[in-house]
């Protein structure tokens, strides 16, 4: 099997037991489950057009099998095809077993709610508007404990984002959000759906202070962190009516953080820290547009862009679980995965070469400073002593990071999960480069070279 069929393994059951079930269409001279492969393989591929498409699956390796579709047909397809199955593989996907950030155990799930614009290749017809424009929004659900996005909503540029936040909520978790999404029915609608929000506001914003709480940080933070506050309030809007809630404020540099939270159980810090890891949706953004190489949308249509999207994020989550898988097999494993991931029929690899990997290739004499056989918390500390970062703040004047001591916070948070939950750029080329080959024991060391590489340095 080569490395694209073992990363895809996963899905397979799902992709065949759906093409069974769902409804066909008369003369169909593509299936779905055949146009699903060749938009795994697009993403995987890096392609960048519908004719670059075509051309990878006609010039493509003859050992990954792949359909030999034109490029008319794969167009039309993200017209015929229901993105709803789409959406049942990754839901599907999701209830697999993956890591969990145990930094964010005593917060429970946790989820960041962003937008961002994508480039649509000729345009998109906005028939609320009656008019023409050459982006879309993806609204973008990432749940921060694994760093998995888990749902999304694309529709035209100028659409309610608030209204798109609201339509993904759920029960029980705790959702952070930018100020573009502050308003005080979004707080009390997540307020009567039983779920919790931490939400930046506008420094217009006037609250009445009810009671003041006691600050509590570590001491190390005060000296990046000023002027912080913590406080039970309300508001005299109108919208606020009968709402009571907390209000954590702080300063950073000559930027101050106002954070609106029904959180009442945490401490300030963890207020500041979960607002912290909104960022991760900001680098998640960063991912799928420059390391996955996904900055045009190649289909016109509202059908057609969310099958787009939604090709594009099973992608992103299989390679996240191969990633994963990889560095298992060779040791690497998250401390919330220590029980599940010791027997090898958890990693979506056939017997043989699991057996191989990890009773002979692992046996090599590695460098003392990886985590060979241990566990992310036991290595954390040998990572930093043996690469010591040089940190570089953000030449966006409208990032929170072009203030050091911010970068270096968030660097910080970026390195804690650095190793399991994210995909750096030479992975992915790695994976592009190797994935017609048999995935081998080889292949298994390659990958996770470029993982470790991005943790410990050269």
Known sequence: MTVLDIMSSRIMPMLQQIERERQHHGNETCHWIDFVVALVFFFTKGCDSAADWARALDDADPALNLPKIPRSTLSSKFYDFDPKLLHQVINGLLMQIFPKNPDLAFIGQLNAVDGSFFTVIGGIFNRTKREWSSQVKLQLNLNV???????????????????AFLR????????????????????????????????????????TIIESFPVTLPTHMH????????????????DAEGLVFRLVECTIGDVTYRLMTNRFDLTTYHI?????????????????????????????????IETFFAGMLLTALLEAYFKVDCLALEGHVAPNMSQSMDDTANVTMPH??????????????????????????????EYRQASPRKVQTSTDTERPTIKVDVAVFMDELNQKTALFWKIPKQWIETLRDCMYRPFTPEIVSKLNKRALVYICGP
């Open 145 to 163: 404990n694994c760093m998995l996005p888990v749902d999304f909503i694309s529709d035209y540029a100028t659409s309610d984002e608030r209204a």
């Open 168 to 207: 993904m909520t759920e029960r029980g978790v705790t959702y952070v959000v930018d100020r573009a999404y502050m308003a005080f029915y979004v707080l009390r609608q997540i307020i009567e759906r039983e779920a919790f929000i931490v939400m930046r506001v506008y420094e217009s914003v006037v609250f």
């Open 223 to 238: 000296q990046q962190w000023t002027n912080v506050r913590d406080s039970l309030v309300r508001s005299n809007n109108k």
């Open 272 to 304: 500041l820290l979960i607002y912290a890891y909104r960022w991760q949706i900001e680098l998640m953004f960063r991912f799928l547009k420059q390391t996955l190489g996904c900055k045009r949308v190649i289909t016109q249509s509202p059908r057609g």
């Open 352 to 381: 043989d070469v699991a057996l191989e990997t990890t009773e002979a290739h692992c046996a090599r004499t590695v460098p003392a400073h990886t985590p060979q056989s241990r566990t992310y918390r036991q290595t954390q500390p």
